[in-house]
T-cell receptor, first 112, second 114 residues
């Protein structure tokens, strides 16, 4: 599975846009990019997933350049409740024995 | 609908004792995963079940760790002769056969080995 690298922590203020970039230089052709959010004392929660270009849902946007060696999770107008750890994962889908390898994630702190 | 549930939510045990952690996946989900998360660290994959196939045990840290799953339902993670380094939150996740990319996580079991 492709190894990912993310910043350890980021700070922001309410109402700002936050962009968290993940590097995955060894991504394989059949790998997808998935982001999870984890609040303290809770299990991770799926946010968004993509393969290339741009994906947007009600929570976030995911930007993936043509070479797919990195991806950026964009959170528009963050609030205090967005304070959490964000994990970037890369791996294939529908392989039967797929498992996701979670790194240390990015700890986002949103202040008033 | 009901999500993934785990029990107990907290478990304190003495070094050398055995513990059993339970996971009830979302009904109909064929895939089930166990992870370990030490304080301030990311998730560490332990074991993966997919339907009736042989489980992927590649993440189990030692032979003191084992897990079972009955069909596509409940799973039990057993840690024998617990050590202090086993202290962590143990998370269970399940995913539907049709959508193996999205994992739905339970709240975890916080294990403390004294």
């Amino acid at each position: 599975l492709a190894k990912t690298t993310q910043p350890i922590s980021m700070d922001s203020y309410e109402g700002q846009e936050v962009n968290i970039t993940c590097s995955h230089n060894n991504i394989a052709t059949n790998d997808y990019i998935t982001w999870y959010q984890q609040f303290p004392s809770q299990g991770p929660r799926f946010i968004i997933q993509g393969y290339k270009t741009k994906v947007t849902n009600e929570v976030a946007s995911l930007f993936i350049p043509a070479d797919r060696k990195s991806s950026t999770l964009s959170l528009p107008r963050v609030s205090l409740s967005d304070t959490a750890v964000y994990y970037c994962l890369v791996g294939p889908l529908n392989t039967g024995f797929q498992k996701l390898v979670f790194g240390t994630g990015t700890r986002l702190l949103v202040s008033p | 609908g009901a999500g993934v549930s785990q029990s107990p939510s907290n478990k304190v045990t003495e070094k050398g004792k055995d513990v059993e952690l339970r996971c009830d996946p979302i009904s109909g989900h064929t895939a089930l995963y166990w992870y370990r998360q030490r304080l301030g660290q990311g998730l560490e994959f332990l074991i993966y079940f997919q339907g009736n196939s042989a489980p992927d045990k590649s993440g189990l840290p030692s032979d003191r760790f084992s897990a079972e799953r009955t069909g596509e339902s409940v799973s039990t993670l057993t840690i024998q002769r617990t050590q202090q380094e086993d202290s962590a939150v143990y998370l269970c996740a399940s995913s539907p056969k049709q959508d193996t990319d999205t994992q739905y996580f339970g709240p975890g079991t916080r294990l403390t080995v004294l």
